[in-house]
């Protein structure tokens, strides 16, 4: 989301200080939920966050933009002041051509309201809990160009479709707050089903190893034997090829062990392996394997991951077939359970996990219900085709271990395609869950230097899955 540059002066350079503590102290501060100086001080920390400050001059309405309104949502009065107020102040930060804004959805069978938190709008999730729908603050051209919305829900989505074709993302600003109560309506939150994929095109599966081991269920495992056994046992689609790099660390016994136990679970000519021995490079060697791969999909694949749904990989094929989509990640949870991985959020410059440790019943509404756009998953495990693969030539070599996948992921938002989670595609993970968030990769001065302006300066907030709407989100 584009952010309107700060002026500069000593206000500015303190601003970013000030913002980091805040992210570090406001989880801190849970501990003290529902005392009054502790939430007033949390309020705070959190309106330092761009996009949820005010201004600190009046706002005034512009001529040029309208606030329009479902007629179906029974808005009242009070609540109409305060959205014209708030999203016109979004939209002159952002100079924004549209505005739209997160919302309340009563939950009548668990009586409460859940907070709707909705990224740009998104026609893939219009399907999904109704999440294409809501006020949303326009310039006046694009109502004049397109026409007003049909006033039944029903009839929308076609329009929405022809606003998100006149607006390019960058003029789409969102406020990530709930601003608004929705109106009561049926919501789906069973978790998501596996989509089923069209034919069975070769999937080539990229596995690096360094050949390490890990305490599972109480006993030192190989990652690697551990990770394709399970992949081999539980996945039901078998039209794969393993293509498996390392660099050096594999014993030439545990090579011939792995690829027959490939050649028995899938058949002759589905095994292949590649060795560098180059100084290590997490980009250098998945672009090795790739070009040895000879499948249409590639699938990138940590040995550190265990497969838990047997559709897994079909589910997350089906989704990269669609018109229009170009890499597909998935869910993966640490063994304990909580979430390692539900989306990629890029705040303020610094790509991040936005919901790992949390509990999956902490995720926001119908996170798992539905297939959702983000701007970048985790290579641990995503999928996309071999022509996407070679159109954008891999991974970059000068982001050697981190934010390589970011960065791909990005670029292919660039190429107009969109990334996408997979909610049906679980997975373990077993990255440590005890490490270090906070630990800051060399590679982010890089990252920042390439994406700084596209991605809205040191100030952007992610429209997608942004660190602070968890940080924000009432505890359950």
Same mark, same amino acid.
């Given at each position: 989301?584009?952010?309107?540059?700060? /002026?500069?002066?000593?206000? &500015?350079?303190?601003?970013?200080? %000030?913002?980091? @503590?805040?992210? $570090?102290?406001?989880?801190?501060?849970?501990?003290?939920?529902?005392?009054?100086? /502790?939430?007033?001080?949390?309020?705070?920390?959190?309106?330092?966050?761009?996009?949820?400050?005010?201004? $600190?001059?009046?706002?005034?309405?512009?001529?040029?933009?309208?606030?329009?309104?479902?007629?179906?949502?029974?808005?009242?009065?009070? !609540?109409?002041?305060?959205?014209? =107020?708030?999203?016109?102040?979004?939209?002159?930060?952002?100079?924004?051509?549209?505005?739209?804004?997160?919302?309340?959805?009563?939950?009548?069978?668990?009586?409460?309201?859940?907070?709707?938190?909705?990224?740009?709008?998104?026609?893939?999730?219009?399907?999904? +809990?109704?999440?294409?729908?809501?006020?949303?603050?326009?310039?006046?051209?694009?109502?004049?160009?397109?026409?007003?919305?049909?006033?039944?829900?029903?009839?929308?989505?076609?329009?929405?479709?022809?606003?998100?074709?006149?607006?390019?993302?960058?003029?789409?600003? =969102?406020?990530?707050?709930?601003?608004?109560?929705?109106? *009561?309506?049926?919501? /789906?939150? *069973?978790? *998501?089903?596996?989509?089923?994929?069209?034919?069975?095109?070769?999937?080539?599966?990229?596995?690096?190893?360094?050949?390490?081991?890990?305490?599972?269920?109480?006993?030192?495992?190989?990652?690697?034997?551990?990770?394709?056994?399970?992949?081999?046992?539980?996945?039901?689609?078998?039209?794969?090829?393993?293509?498996?790099?390392?660099?050096?660390?594999?014993?030439?016994?545990?090579?011939?062990?792995?690829? @027959?136990?490939?050649? &028995?679970?899938?058949?002759?000519? $589905?095994?292949?392996?590649?060795?560098?021995?180059?100084?290590?490079?997490?980009?250098?060697?998945?672009?090795?394997?790739?070009?040895?791969?000879?499948?249409?999909?590639?699938?990138?694949?940590?040995?550190?991951?265990?497969?838990?749904?047997?559709?897994?990989?079909?589910?997350?094929?089906?989704?990269?077939?669609?018109?229009?989509?170009?890499?597909?990640?998935?869910?993966?949870?640490?063994?304990?359970?909580?979430?390692? =991985?539900?989306?990629?959020?890029?705040?303020? +410059?610094?790509?991040? =996990?936005? #919901?790992?440790?949390?509990?999956?019943? %902490?995720?926001?509404?119908?996170?798992?219900?539905?297939? $959702?756009?983000?701007?970048?998953?985790?290579?641990?495990?995503?999928?996309?085709?071999?022509?996407? #693969?070679?159109?954008?030539?891999?991974?970059?070599?000068?982001?050697?271990?981190?934010?390589?996948?970011?960065?791909?992921?990005?670029?292919?938002? !660039?190429?107009?395609?969109?990334?996408? +989670?997979?909610?049906?595609?679980?997975?373990?993970?077993?990255?440590? /869950?005890?490490?270090?968030?906070?630990?800051?990769?060399?590679?982010?001065?890089?990252?920042?230097?390439?994406?700084? @302006?596209?991605?809205?300066?040191?100030?952007?907030?992610?429209?997608?899955?942004?660190?602070?709407?968890? +940080?924000?989100?009432?505890?359950?």
């Amino acid at each position: 989301m584009n952010e309107r540059p700060q /002026a500069a002066g000593w206000w &500015t350079k303190c601003k970013q200080p %000030r913002r980091v @503590a805040a992210e $570090r102290l406001v989880p801190k501060l849970e501990r003290w939920r529902g005392q009054a100086w /502790a939430d007033g001080l949390r309020r705070w920390l959190i309106g330092l966050q761009p996009g949820l400050a005010p201004l $600190r001059c009046p706002s005034r309405e512009s001529g040029n933009y309208q606030l329009w309104l479902p007629p179906d949502w029974g808005i009242p009065p009070g !609540q109409q002041r305060r959205l014209r =107020h708030l999203l016109s102040q979004r939209q002159r930060r952002s100079n924004a051509r549209v505005v739209s804004c997160d919302d309340w959805v009563p939950l009548p069978s668990q009586g409460r309201w859940g907070w709707r938190q909705k990224g740009q709008l998104d026609p893939l999730l219009d399907g999904a +809990l109704g999440e294409g729908d809501g006020p949303l603050w326009l310039e006046r051209s694009l109502l004049e160009a397109l026409g007003p919305p049909p006033p039944r829900a029903a009839a929308r989505a076609p329009w929405r479709a022809q606003l998100l074709a006149a607006v390019c993302p960058g003029a789409w600003a =969102h406020v990530a707050r709930p601003l608004v109560n929705a109106p *009561a309506q049926p919501l /789906a939150l *069973a978790p *998501a089903q596996p989509a089923v994929p069209l034919g069975e095109p070769l999937v080539s599966v990229l596995i690096p190893s360094g050949g390490f081991h890990k305490t599972i269920q109480g006993r030192s495992t190989l990652l690697l034997r551990h990770c394709l056994g399970q992949l081999l046992q539980r996945s039901r689609y078998r039209q794969l090829e393993i293509v498996l790099i390392d660099g050096g660390e594999l014993s030439a016994e545990l090579l011939a062990e792995l690829e @027959a136990l490939t050649g &028995t679970a899938l058949g002759p000519g $589905r095994w292949r392996h590649e060795r560098d021995q180059r100084p290590y490079s997490y980009s250098l060697r998945l672009n090795q394997a790739a070009a040895a791969a000879r499948g249409d999909w590639l699938l990138q694949l940590n040995d550190d991951t265990e497969l838990l749904e047997s559709q897994a990989i079909g589910s997350m094929l089906a989704l990269a077939q669609r018109p229009g989509v170009g890499v597909v990640g998935a869910l993966l949870l640490y063994p304990d359970g909580r979430v390692q =991985h539900a989306g990629v959020a890029i705040d303020n +410059l610094a790509p991040r =996990h936005g #919901w790992a440790g949390c509990a999956p019943e %902490r995720l926001p509404l119908g996170l798992l219900a539905a297939p $959702r756009q983000f701007q970048a998953v985790t290579a641990a495990v995503c999928l996309c085709s071999a022509a996407l #693969w070679r159109q954008l030539g891999g991974l970059r070599l000068d982001l050697p271990v981190n934010y390589g996948d970011v960065d791909f992921c990005l670029r292919a938002r !660039q190429a107009g395609q969109v990334v996408l +989670l997979d909610p049906a595609s679980r997975w373990l993970h077993f990255e440590s /869950a005890s490490r270090s968030l906070d630990a800051v990769p060399p590679e982010l001065a890089h990252f920042q230097e390439l994406w700084g @302006a596209s991605l809205g300066g040191p100030w952007g907030v992610d429209p997608y899955g942004s660190r602070w709407r968890e +940080l924000l989100a009432p505890k359950r």
